[in-house]
């Protein structure tokens, strides 16, 4: 079993950044591709990125390639997305996840673990 606890999200104006941390358990982490999701109200579940465990490679949302990016430490078993640039599209309930075959993928159901998520805003 898996835990992914995230943090960092807020609120922050058009234009800022932020950090969103996502901390696992379990003794594994270093094996685990790690993708961020975003669901903003009424809308589907988006996939924002995700970085494999073997070379650190990494995948991106067309809304958010140039924007973002992720990385990881597998020591501290945290997976890290830094947000630039923010827009208020951006806003929205965003979600680490685990997918423990190791392979990189952007489709959701792929991926086996989920956090709680935690909220971003981003004000115009």
């Known amino acids: 079993q898996v835990q992914l606890v995230e943090s960092g999200g807020g609120l922050v104006q058009a234009g800022g950044s932020l950090r969103l941390s996502c901390a696992a358990s379990?003794?594994?982490?270093?094996?685990?591709?790690m993708g961020w999701f975003r669901q903003a109200p009424g809308k589907v579940r988006e996939f924002v990125g995700a970085?494999?465990?073997?070379?650190?490679?990494?995948l991106y949302g067309d809304s958010v390639q140039g924007r973002f990016a992720i990385s990881r430490d597998n020591d501290l078993k945290t997976v890290f997305l830094e947000m630039n640039s923010l827009k208020p599209e951006d806003t929205a309930v965003y979600y680490c996840?685990?997918?423990?075959?190791?392979?990189?993928?952007?489709?959701?159901?792929?991926?086996?673990?989920w956090g709680q998520g935690t909220q971003v805003t981003v004000s115009s």
């Open positions: 379990g003794q594994y982490f270093s094996t685990y591709t």
């Open positions: 970085i494999g465990w073997r070379d650190a490679s990494t």
């Open positions: 996840a685990a997918d423990t075959t190791g392979n990189v993928h952007f489709a959701a159901n792929y991926y086996d673990y």
